[in-house]
């Protein structure tokens, strides 16, 4: 299948910084990425929708000013989390599309993100 | 939104034996995809599922597209301790744009060797 990587897989900052993930699409080239959010033990929340060369769709509920998501190839989406408090202290999972017709998701090995 | 019913929540079997799990959903898919999951990972694509009926096999693993489209299943033959993990059904809503996937709350699967 389609590879995605991200980085860094984990990453521990402390409250008030700003973290930048990497998600990226090694072999082939994906227009639309999602980046997802799962707390221990849950299911995956979806929180935006990454369109390349375009502004992201969040989901209700989620803050774009807090979770700025970039897509400036199309290999590449940037998740950043600013201002980062405790409470957002989560998994971070992103995946994206391979091929226009089908509903093939790959996903990224995910980023643990510890907000001290 | 829409929500899919995944069951069961948690398994614990012998290794050797047969696992079953379902999804439901209250509205139509044209699309069921089975994830699987290990800790600190992020999903791995096991199994698609396109057309209303269709019965796909990976391996020891088997999936069906319901008749209705409002439901899949995904069966694990002859379990093996690296099966242990999450399962996660996901289902693409018709006419939803950019292939957003719902997903299932999940299944663990615990195995005693």
């Known amino acids: 299948g389609a590879v995605v990587s991200q980085h860094p897989s984990w990453v521990i900052c402390k409250s008030g910084t700003s973290v930048k993930i990497e998600c990226r699409s090694l072999d082939f080239q994906a227009t639309t990425m999602f980046w997802y959010r799962q707390f221990p033990k849950q299911s995956l929340m979806l929180m935006a929708t990454?369109?390349?060369?375009?502004?992201?769709?969040?989901e209700q509920g989620v803050e774009k000013d807090k979770f700025l998501i970039n897509h400036a190839s199309l290999t590449l989406s940037t998740l950043t989390v600013t201002s980062a408090h405790p409470e957002d202290s989560s998994f971070y999972i992103c995946?994206?599309?391979?091929?226009?017709?089908?509903?093939?998701?790959?996903f990224g090995e995910g980023s643990r993100l510890t907000v001290l | 939104g829409q929500q899919l019913n995944q069951s069961p929540q948690s398994m614990f079997i012998q290794e050797g034996e047969d696992v079953s799990m379902n999804c439901t959903s209250s509205s139509i898919f044209n699309t069921w995809l089975w994830y699987k999951q290990d800790p600190g990972e992020g999903p791995v694509l096991l199994i698609a599922l396109y057309k209303a009926g269709e019965l796909t096999s990976n391996g020891r693993l088997t999936a069906q597209f319901g008749i209705t489209r409002k439901d899949s299943f995904l069966n694990i033959s002859a379990s093996i301790p690296s099966d242990v993990g999450i399962y996660f059904c996901a289902g693409q809503e018709r006419g939803r744009g950019a292939q957003k996937l719902v997903f299932g709350q999940g299944t663990r699967l615990t195995i005693n060797p």
């Open positions: 995946s994206a599309l391979s091929g226009t017709n089908t509903g093939e998701l790959f």
């Open positions: 990454s369109n390349e060369g375009s502004k992201a769709t969040y």
